[in-house]
């Protein structure tokens, strides 16, 4: 490369490309202090540029660009090129790029003056920045490398679809564009009617765009729908779309009618610590209490993640007593200081093993209702410590837990649990030598309550599984089973138990089990008319031999994870139909059920049932768990889908005694292209949740509201059209007759706006608190954000 340093020289090199170059000719250019320096001629190759351009507009909303230097080269490239000698003047023309770095410049003419050092660019210009964002005029001015300009009638295509136009601009530094007479949206442009308003827009007297600082500010703004003003802003700020995070004041929300502390506003402040963590605070002022300050802390590190949130409060409600469904007296015990604290963290220690923590604790149910924390409704919140562990077809954990009551109306905290701690082991091994597998279980822990039974388990499950197949079609399943359980427990005539047992007890149990199974599927086609189909109908019969455990209860064993019995469809065929294995379901039983499904064009017919025959019977169990006598209730389950646009499946369990249904259950899905309507409906005979409270096993028996009736229904529907959608949905207790809550939406939502409506009726009470009513209106600007009321 030849070195050139005098202007005569450069008249002749520029004069003669333009006479012997009809192609496109690229240029490299060092500019210093507005002299010209080194010039050197290159590759001829039109494509560099175009790549240029969209490896620019691939960066929308990415800041890694390099920023303006005076010792960079700029570089040109034009169709046509030409010197005045007597004016210092270059001009470029046709199809002209002119690009130094990540700064990209493209235009139908270029004129650049070395002696004041400003170019001159007219017709189709356009300007990509480093981050993406692609400025549109028809005249610029520019100079100091670029970095001052001043332009006309600007069209800006930012981060996230985000455009601005205005009447003028001017670029100052290279780090500010101050545009007059903007209009900013996100919303896409009318491509047969560009001058058509689009669906929301920001309408300024003028738009300050800091690049350095990263926002836009707006001044003396209109918020236009459809081009028609409807809401007026003397100054707005918004962090610039390119930007992923930055510090600085959120939206504010503004809340009315609340029912414990009135009409309130929150204020958030965000900040971005660094690039790995951020903190936002978020002060409270309510009109019936006093405000509250609270913070969510959040970071990610290489091996692990932490997340730290938390309030405190001046509350100064003070509610009446009030009383639960047992007639109970219970007084509010949450106003004065308040506070809560939820943390959550995880680490890595190698690819194996991660542990954590899971903190969530607040000083009152009552503080957490009147401020609405984040988990109020829930009956406990809990908290954890663990470590665990994954291997190739293996699990372990050990975890210590602990509770908190929310619902006071039902939960003491004296009666919840201290896990300390919890170990469980989990193992799944590989097909062996006769075709088995064999795997392994193990819960064990040492659990503390202030008032109730406290024990200390080790429990143990092996289990081998057999499958093989026949030449008739039969597919059998052998399984060995053992569950082993021992105990060291005291205060047994407490909670939850209320066994006739004192002092401390050292027991434990082992319940071997042989299980053979068998499926019998007899498939076939059919044809009717132009409809082809199948059909399966499947005989499945279990045999089950165990010792009679008598459900453990005429031991001296706790209860910690089997209190509920569930025997429906899902459970017939399952060896153990307690939840977990400190009751175990023994003796000799048979369980027996047929299998049937039709399908056919899309359409399609399933069900299920069966029955389980018992020679022992497990005593005290509730009345209606369905395996009172030798002769068990009969399960059914039936799958119902005649078309696509319809389905429904159905579940009961009926008393073979007196046909008496113990229990039912339904739900339904019907839908079109924008309509849709779904339905569910639930029956028992009794309210099993009240079945422990209290002591079910006295003479008088259980809870009287576990003789109440369970009789529930839930409907709900839902539409949309085009950008507008709808729901509804109403669930009401038929037994009690009253509503259990009610509620719906309804919005519109499109490419750049959302607007969402919500509202939601509660008739049950939680801590004291009934018929609460909450009402949500959100509007969603996109790159500005959401505009919430809370009432």
């Known amino acids: 490369m030849r070195n050139y340093s005098s202007p005569s020289l450069f008249k002749k090199l520029t004069r003669k490309i333009a006479r012997k170059n009809k192609h496109k000719t690229l240029l490299l250019i060092s500019i210093f202090s507005g002299s010209i320096g080194t010039i050197g001629l290159l590759v001829d190759q039109s494509v560099f540029a175009q790549q240029q351009v969209q490896i620019a507009q691939s960066n929308i909303g990415k800041s890694s660009g390099t920023p303006f230097s005076e010792k960079e080269p700029i570089t040109f490239q034009a169709d046509n090129v030409s010197y005045n000698s007597k004016t210092g003047e270059v001009t470029w023309a046709g199809d002209v790029h002119i690009w130094q770095n990540d700064h990209i410049l493209r235009a139908d003419k270029v004129t650049y003056n070395r002696t004041t050092n400003i170019a001159t660019a007219s017709g189709n210009v356009s300007m990509v920045e480093p981050d993406g964002e692609i400025l549109f005029t028809q005249h610029v001015q520019l100079g100091d490398n670029m970095r001052e300009g001043v332009m006309d009638q600007v069209y800006a295509l930012l981060a996230d679809n985000g455009k601005l136009a205005a009447n003028g601009a001017r670029r100052t530094g290279g780090k500010v564009h101050d545009f007059s007479r903007s209009v900013y949206t996100a ?85 971005a610590m660094n690039k790995w963590s951020d903190l936002t605070l978020s002060p409270l002022f309510a009109t019936k209490t006093g405000p509250q300050l609270s913070a969510i802390y959040r970071a990610r590190f290489n091996q692990g993640m932490l997340r730290v949130e938390g309030g405190v409060a001046d509350d100064t409600v003070d509610k009446d007593s009030w009383q639960n469904a047992w007639g109970n007296t219970l007084h509010s015990n949450g106003h004065g200081a308040q506070g809560y604290l939820f943390l959550k963290t995880e680490w890595s220690l190698n690819k194996n093993w991660r542990y954590g923590a899971n903190i969530n604790v607040a000083t009152s149910a009552d503080y957490m209702r009147d401020y609405r924390i984040n988990g109020y409704g829930q009956d406990t919140l809990s908290s954890n410590l663990y470590l665990e562990g994954f291997g190739e077809g293996a699990y372990s954990k050990v975890t210590m837990q602990a509770y908190q009551g929310l619902n006071r109306g039902v939960i003491n905290d004296s009666d919840l649990p201290f896990v300390l701690p919890r170990y469980t082991y989990s193992y799944f091994g590989q097909p062996d030598a006769l075709g088995g597998r064999f795997s392994f279980d193990t819960t064990n822990f040492i659990l503390y309550r202030p008032t109730g039974v406290n024990d200390q388990r080790g429990q143990a499950s092996l289990n081998w599984d057999r499958p093989f197949d026949t030449n008739i079609g039969q597919k059998w399943l052998v399984t060995l089973h053992v569950d082993s359980n021992i105990y060291n427990a005291s205060h047994l005539y407490q909670q939850p138990l ?67 019995y569930e025997f429906s469809d899902t459970t017939l065929f399952a060896l153990n139909r307690f ?22 064009n899309g359409k399609q017919v399933d069900f299920l049932v069966g029955q389980s025959y018992q020679e ?47 229990y039912g259950e339904g739900i339904f899905n019907a839908g079109f292209k924008h309509f849709g309507i779904n339905g569910g409906y639930i029956y028992e005979p009794v309210t099993p949740y009240y079945y422990y409270f209290g002591n079910p096993f006295t003479s008088t028996g259980p809870s009287k509201l576990y003789d109440q009736k369970t009789s529930e229904l839930t409907l709900g529907a839902s539409t949309d059209w085009e950008h507008w959608h709808a729901s509804a949905f109403g669930r009401r207790s038929l037994s009690r007759k009253q509503n259990v809550a009610i509620g719906g939406n309804a919005g519109y939502r499109n490419d750049c706006f959302s607007l969402d409506v919500i509202y939601l009726k509660q008739y049950t009470m939680i801590n004291g608190e009934q018929n609460s009513d909450t009402v949500l209106f959100m509007l969603t600007f996109k790159t500005l954000g959401t505009f919430g009321i809370n009432g």
């Open 187 to 271: 919303c896409p442009i009318c491509e047969k009617n560009p001058k058509k308003a689009p669906f929301w827009q920001l309408r300024s007297y003028q738009a300050i765009r800091d690049m350095e600082n990263q926002r836009i500010d707006f001044s003396d703004t209109f918020i236009d729908f459809f081009g028609v003003p409807v809401f007026y802003m003397p100054f707005f700020s918004i962090v610039d779309p390119s930007v992923k995070r930055q510090s600085g004041f959120l939206i504010p929300s503004i809340n009315f009618n609340s029912k414990y502390i009135g009409a309130y506003t929150t204020i958030p402040y965000y900040w």
């Open 579 to 600: 939840q977990g294995t400190d009751r175990l379901d023994g003796g000799a039983r048979a369980n027996v059920g047929i299998h049937g499904n039709w399908a056919w």
């Open 498 to 564: 209320y066994l006739n047992k004192y002092g401390s007890h050292f027991t434990g149990q082992a319940l071997p089990t042989l299980a053979v199974k068998m499926n019998w599927p007899f498939l076939r086609q059919f044809k009717l008319g132009n409809t082809t189909g199948t059909q399966v109908i499947e005989p499945i019969v279990q045999l089950i031999a165990a010792p009679h455990s008598k459900g453990g209860r005429n031991w001296a064993m706790p209860n910690e994870d089997s209190f509920a």
């Open 616 to 662: 022992h019977v497990t005593k005290n169990l509730p009345r209606n768990a369905g395996v009172n006598r030798h002769m068990s209730d009969v399960v059914a389950r039936l799958r119902f889908a005649p078309t696509q646009y319809f389905t429904t499946t159905a579940r009961t369990r009926v008393d073979p005694y007196s046909g008496d249904i113990t």
